[in-house]
T-cell receptor, first 115, second 112 residues
Framework: AQKVTQAQTEISVVEKEDVTLDCVYE???????LFWYKQPPSGELVFLIR??????QNEISGRYSWNFQKSTSSFNFTITASQVVDSAVYFC????????????FGPGTRLSVLP | DAGITQSPRHKVTETGTPVTLRCHQT?????MYWYRQDPGHGLRLIHY???????DKGEVSDGYSVSRSKTEDFLLTLESATSSQTSVYFC???????????FGPGTRLTVT
């Protein structure tokens, strides 16, 4: 069955530090999709990125970057030079093409960026 | 931002009463979903719809039913609310089954 693990329950950093959020997934499918979402204190869920299993190129968007490694079944998220506004809960999610239900979310990592 | 609204945004109800939550979209997306979010569990799928009158169960469907009579509306019904259904409920939409989902603002439901 598909599964997403985010081993870091909570992380605290000081502003301007770099921080990496880990995501490890399990799937029996050869085609699948990985996602990251952000949930700030206001409660809404914000889509950040979608990656398919055939594209292992790392992605960079401003201060955000994602490292996808099929060999270790990981899809980690790095925030460079963190800011207070990055404080949120971050969810990793997995969707298989051929098996299982729709999205499976990890339990989330709460990131606190201190001024 | 995707045009997704949920109503009501907050509701307090008593055990045993029926409750209906509404999700409305203006994006004409085919897929709609209902999730619940509870501390320590992330988001869990309750039901989803892949078209008008086409629905299927998710991971935690017991005690919930859904209906979709129009593309834009997806209703979640708790036939007889229980305290274990106290949660934050999110609706989401997507163009296809494997594309990213966009979420509504959530409904906080408290069952006393």
């Amino acid at each position: 069955a598909q599964k997403v693990t985010q081993a870091q329950t909570e992380i605290s950093v000081v502003e301007k530090e770099d921080v990496t959020l880990d995501c490890v997934y399990e799937t029996r499918d050869t085609t699948y999709y990985l996602f990251w979402y952000k949930q700030p204190p206001s409660g809404e869920l914000v889509f950040l990125i979608r990656r398919n299993s055939f594209d292992e190129q790392n992605e960079i968007s401003g201060r955000y970057s994602w490292n996808f490694q099929k060999s270790t079944s990981s899809f980690n998220f790095t925030i460079t030079a963190s800011q207070v506004v990055d404080s949120a809960v971050y969810f990793c999610a997995l969707s298989e093409l051929n098996y299982g239900q729709n999205f499976v979310f990890g339990p989330g990592t709460r990131l606190s960026v201190l001024p | 931002d995707a045009g997704i609204t949920q109503s009501p945004r907050h509701k307090v109800t008593e055990t045993g009463t029926p409750v209906t939550l509404r999700c409305h979209q203006t994006e004409n997306h085919r897929y709609m979903y209902w999730y619940r979010q509870d501390p320590g569990h992330g988001l869990r799928l309750i039901h989803y719809s892949y078209g008008v009158k086409d629905t299927d169960k998710g991971e935690v469907s017991d005690g919930y039913s859904v209906s979709r009579s129009k593309t834009e509306d997806f209703l979640l019904t708790l036939e007889s609310a229980t305290s274990s259904q106290t949660s934050v409920y999110f609706c989401a939409i997507s163009e296809s089954e494997r594309s990213e989902q966009y979420f509504g603002p959530g409904t906080r439901l408290t069952v006393t």
